[in-house]
């Protein structure tokens, strides 16, 4: 067994901190043994974002790893059974399953239990603490009954306490702080205020000052008895009241323990036993206990770094924070208390917003000592550079909370002018030098590409902005000239592409790569390439189907479970009766959710890729065809009814929805495009919220360009006004094949008009007056558009080569998946959640 | 040699798990750069056919992110100066290393690779 001969790692303990130190100890070697005992009954979870189990996440979720991971590094996980002895002279450890092992190094990640105070009566039933996975089980399950809850505690971990008890549902919850404040270590009283305020807007009953006596009730608790001689009832109480370090089994084998707890270890983390190591909540430093995951993150590496041969030492660590505590935002940084005369202090308060921003300066005026954000934090990470790296504060250091009101702000060079050694990821202790080296060096240009060099920003995620800022800078005062390019593969822009392989009348994405590209090609620049392809040639897609996204690969929108959506085209909203019982009879027999989608068409949902070519067959044969959801390409002409039977209306906007749908079905686009047409201008159609509009006036027609609905919504703007119908067509050709030709990747029309030098003039000025000269080719090219059309599903289920393509196992075709599973909701189906 | 596991698929008997390498289809079952999905007993094998690169490459169907059965039908494609060859998930683009399974866009889970052999037109994975 190769294994014998490497040195044996024991970890007692498998929590967040023992867990990192696992992954730091495989990161430098494979060359040990690692063998980890944990006492609950999981693999390593995120407890910091425990609260998030109650509103929605699984411990699956929570889970910092898979069971894969393991045993793909070949660890052994005894879960369930905690160690009971360590035995140093043999250098052995024995846990409550019986299993005894040898060990060379021993790691007690032990962490913390609740410190629960000795209050008479904290044994009755519907006692809570707030510390794992089955603690939040045990709550769930008599919340179930619970009206009232209390949390002991107004700390950091009882407010996240106190949000779990929201997120389950009490009537009424109420937070109990002995102290006259909330969280008392991390901010000042005018602090607390303003976050007692917010956190009463979501429901929680504050109580300051306020000492529990004793708890009441027979068997469960009823009601809490205060030292003030007033009472509560409740029927659910959780205590959080601090932490207390597990070192009982470090004391057990004769290791020297703090006298108010904790593991004393010394700069190398090491115990009183050399080849014994103590890290995280458990350890107690320099009279420290660290009860946050970074330091015991930095605890983890300086273990690891040292077993690998390294000489790594833990000097203490920044206690500075940033969190969000039931959606507000709380974050304190170096000395939050600094006062005179020691410092003097800047504070600004906005009672109406609900915001507390507190920082305390040398008396000199020249440097940050600390500070305290309550409702906005997002000068956080830079005013916490500014602290840890001594940086000289400008003349008006309130302009670091109320922001530069002369109107040069510019957020970028702040980060440019911090010192190369500045911390900017604490969970993985990624320096300013370290990042922008990744840049120069490395080549590195995005935050993927950093978490991949560095792992900056792995962790918790705060330092991102920073992070892509550093990148920016770097780039920046590179002298690189950030173009933009499709991808790594191409250093072209899609409207070079589109013009290179038009001149050269390329018709395959290979033979594009070849020749303007580089490497393999991606997910990103091989739907562009698909779309300009499309665009300028209108072959049908299906002939080079795997460089197609997912939906136009199988011609339907993915869904979630996998199983597809399928939208047949209703040109204009308009469909007859006996369509109509044609997509019930096939959502029927193929089990379908239907819905009425927002461009006047049916949604059916729920099909399964091997069902995609029956299913339109059935619809091809009753008169359907293609209605290109799935595409970057036309969707639908919306339209009111007109002039057909309104009594307002001025012409006949179905037809003329009907002939421009049918003109521009199947032009693939950089996005989608959504048109409508109104018969008045009551605008019943919408039509000024699409990418074209056309409404009816006395005198013929109005056509809007560039709107949009979605996220952004935008008024489509006025092109022409009092058009007949030939010409509309005309221009709609014209700024159509425009878009086309000249937008980005994923750009809708609106954001193209925003983008465009000139705007609205400009474009004017192209399509009606012809300034560029180049509309006789776009009407040229929308011709041969409208000219080669074929309805994509039908050319596929004709063609049985195409037709195979759409099975989910290759070697058994009629098999589908399994996993795609339906439950039923109001008489139709739904996707499972995932 | 053990055909049991074959009595699941309705069709096709000649294909035969043979040891240590499984038959799982034929090379042109496989779109050229692109993937398809088989069944080996319960589990779901995704097959790549990088023809630019004159490779195979097989990993698990299932993409660790949202736990879909989809990278077989995602896109593939080659990551940085190295040419790492990579599969995006369709659902939210994740990207995996097709040689490491390795989550190249952040912080998923590695997925499981498989080796990969065509002979004669015949594609075979190892399987345990």
């Given amino acids: ?834 | 040699m053990d055909t049991n596991s074959l009595n699941t698929i309705d069709f096709n008997s000649t294909l035969v798990a043979d040891g240590k390498w499984f038959l799982a289809c034929y090379a042109s079952d496989v779109p050229m750069n692109g993937g398809a999905c088989v069944k080996y007993e319960d589990e779901q094998i995704a097959i790549f056919n990088f023809s630019r690169r004159g490779e195979w490459f097989a990993t698990q169907n299932l993409c660790p992110h949202k736990k879909q059965m989809a990278l077989s039908r995602g896109m593939i494609g080659s990551s940085g100066e190295a040419c790492e060859p990579k599969v995006a998930c369709p659902f939210h683009k994740k990207t995996f290393s097709l040689i490491t399974g390795e989550c190249i866009s952040g912080d998923e889970c590695a997925i499981k690779t498989y080796p990969i052999k065509v002979e004669d037109g015949k594609v075979y994975i190892g399987v345990e």
């Fill in chain 1, 1 to 834: 067994m190769e294994n014998s001969i490497k040195p044996v790692v024991v970890v007692i303990g498998n929590g967040m901190v023992g867990y990192k130190f696992c992954e730091r100890l495989l990161a430098k070697s494979t060359g040990f043994n690692l063998i980890i005992f944990g006492e609950e009954p999981r693999r390593a979870y995120d407890r910091v974002h425990l609260s998030e189990y109650f509103s929605g996440k699984t411990a699956e979720d929570l889970s910092m790893s898979t069971a894969e991971w393991y045993a793909e590094n070949n660890i052994t996980l005894h879960l369930s059974d905690p160690v009971l002895e360590i035995n140093r002279p043999n250098k052995t450890i024995h846990s409550q399953k019986g299993i005894t092992i040898n060990y060379d190094y021993l790691v007690l990640a032990t962490g913390s239990s609740a410190f629960v105070p000795n209050i008479p009566g904290i044994e009755k039933e519907g006692v809570f603490v707030y510390r794992t996975i089955e603690d939040l089980e045990m709550m769930k399950t008599h919340a179930k009954k619970a009206k009232k809850g209390a949390v002991i505690g107004g700390g950091l971990l009882g407010l996240e306490a106190a949000k779990a008890l929201l997120d389950l549902g009490l009537q009424e919850t109420h937070v109990i702080e002995f102290a006259p404040r909330l969280m008392p270590r991390q901010i000042d009283s005018a602090g607390s205020m303003m976050l007692e305020n917010k956190l009463k807007t979501f429901g929680l009953q504050i109580h300051l000052n306020k000492s529990t006596s004793s708890i009441n009730g027979d068997k469960e608790i009823n009601a809490l008895q205060f030292s003030d001689d007033s009472k509560m009832d409740l029927d659910m109480l959780v205590i959080s009241a601090g932490i207390r370090p597990r070192d009982e089994l470090a004391k057990l084998a004769g290791l020297e323990v703090g006298s108010r707890g904790g593991i004393q270890v010394n700069e190398k983390l090491q115990t009183t036993d050399e080849d014994i190591f103590a890290i995280g909540e458990c350890a107690l430093h320099n009279g420290m206990i660290y009860g946050l995951v970074a330091p015991g993150y930095e605890m983890a590496e300086v273990v690891a770094a040292n077993l690998c041969g390294g000489d790594k030492s833990f000097n203490g660590f920044d206690m500075s924070t940033k969190l969000k505590l039931i959606g507000v935002d709380v974050a304190s940084f170096g000395d939050p208390f600094v006062t005179e005369p020691d410092g003097r202090t800047i504070v600004f308060e906005d009672t109406h917003k609900g915001i507390y921003k507190r920082i305390n300066v040398t008396t000199d005026g020249k440097y940050l000592l600390g500070g305290i954000l309550i409702g906005d934090a997002d000068a956080y990470n830079i005013l916490l550079q500014t602290v840890n790296n001594k940086i000289v504060l400008p003349p008006n250091p309130e302009d670091l909370i109320l922001g530069s009101r002369g109107g040069e702000g510019n957020a970028g060079a702040g980060v440019m002018s911090l010192p190369d050694e500045a911390l900017i990821c604490s969970c993985e202790a990624v320096s300013k030098g370290t990042i922008c080296c990744a840049v120069t060096e490395g080549g590195v240009t995005s935050v993927d590409g950093m978490k991949k060099c560095t792992k900056a920003g792995t962790g918790c995620g705060g330092c991102i902005p920073l992070v892509k800022d550093l990148i920016v800078g770097t780039m920046k005062e590179n002298g690189v000239y950030v173009k933009n390019v499709v991808c790594e593969h191409f250093d072209y822009s899609r409207q070079e592409l589109l013009s290179l392989v038009k001149i050269d009348g390329i018709k395959t994405y290979d033979e594009v790569l070849t020749k303007y590209g580089k490497g393999d090609g991606c997910e990103v620049c091989k739907p562009v390439v698909a779309s300009i392809l499309a665009s300028l040639w209108n072959d049908l897609i299906l002939k080079q189907d795997t460089i197609q996204d997912s939906n136009d690969r199988f011609l339907a929108n993915i869904q979630k479970g996998g199983t597809y959506s399928v939208v047949p085209r209703i040109a204009g909203g308009e469909i007859t009766p006996d369509k109509l019982i044609a997509i019930g009879t096939v959502g029927k027999k193929y089990n379908l959710y239907t819905k009425i989608t927002g461009g006047q068409r049916i949604d059916l949902f729920g099909a399964h890729l091997s069902d995609l070519p029956d299913i339109w067959e059935e619809l091809i044969d009753a008169g359907f065809e293609s209605g290109h959801a799935y595409g970057k390409s036309l969707r639908t002409v919306k339209s009111c009814v007109g002039s057909t039977w309104c009594r307002f209306g001025l012409h006949d906007s179905v037809s003329f929805a009907i002939e421009v749908e049918d003109r521009y079905k199947g032009l693939r686009s950089p996005h989608k495009l959504k048109g409508g047409v109104s018969g008045c201008i009551r605008e019943c159609a919408e039509a000024q919220s699409k990418d074209f509009g056309i409404i009816a006036t006395e005198k013929g027609w109005n056509l809007y360009v560039c709107g949009n609905g979605g996220s952004k919504p935008q008024h489509a703007q006025l092109l022409a006004t009092d058009i007949d119908k030939e010409t509309c067509v005309k221009y709609l050709d014209r700024f159509l094949m425009f878009y086309v030709k000249t937008a980005d990747p994923l750009t809708r029309t609106a954001t193209w008009l925003n983008k465009m030098e000139g705007g609205l003039a400009y474009l004017k000025n192209v399509i009606i007056n012809d300034s560029l000269g180049i509309c006789e080719e776009l009407e040229a090219a929308m011709v041969q558009h409208a000219n080669t059309y074929q309805c994509e599903w039908k050319a596929a289920i004709e063609n049985p080569e195409m037709r195979k393509r759409f099975s989910h196992f290759v070697n058994a075709p009629k098999v589908k998946d399994p996993t795609s599973e339906l439950v039923p909701m109001r008489d139709q189906v739904k996707a499972k959640e995932w």
